[in-house]
Nanobody, 121 residues
Framework: QVQVVESGGGLVQAGGSLRLSCTAS????????MGWFRQAPEKEREGVAA???????SYPYSVKGRFTISKDNARNTLYLQMNSLKSEDTAMYYC???????????????WGQGTQVTVSS
């Protein structure tokens, strides 16, 4: 059974940093594609970072240069380092994993429950 679990959310001031973590059990970690998504109230879920099993990455313009996705296969952990946070980054952040699909569209098969990130201005 696949289980995806995020952690690391919290309250941070604008301009600050936060690192999210995600573990995915039940999958061969170094063979899966993973992504980070966020959803603010009354908004659609949007991809903020993705990485495939070969290490390629993708970011939307809104976070490029501020967010970094990384995968530690030895620890079976995915990270999202978020720097220079803005109030508009406030959202529930979700981790997703899939053996086939990847990218910034929410087509992943396996999802976590989310971790809240709140940026105060």
């Amino acid at each position: 059974q696949v289980q995806v679990v995020e952690s690391g959310g919290g309250l941070v001031q604008a301009g600050g940093s936060l690192r999210l973590s995600c573990t995915a059990s039940g999958l061969t970690f170094d063979h899966i594609n993973m992504g980070w998504f966020r959803q603010a109230p009354e908004k659609e879920r949007e991809g903020v970072a993705a990485t495939d099993s070969d290490g390629s990455t993708s970011y939307p313009y809104s976070v490029k240069g501020r967010f970094t996705i990384s995968k530690d296969n030895a620890r079976n952990t995915l990270y999202l380092q978020m720097n220079s946070l803005k109030s508009e980054d406030t959202a529930m952040y979700y981790c997703a994993a899939d053996r086939i699909n990847w990218g910034l569209l929410p087509r992943y098969k396996n999802w976590g429950q989310g971790t809240q990130v709140t940026v105060s201005s």
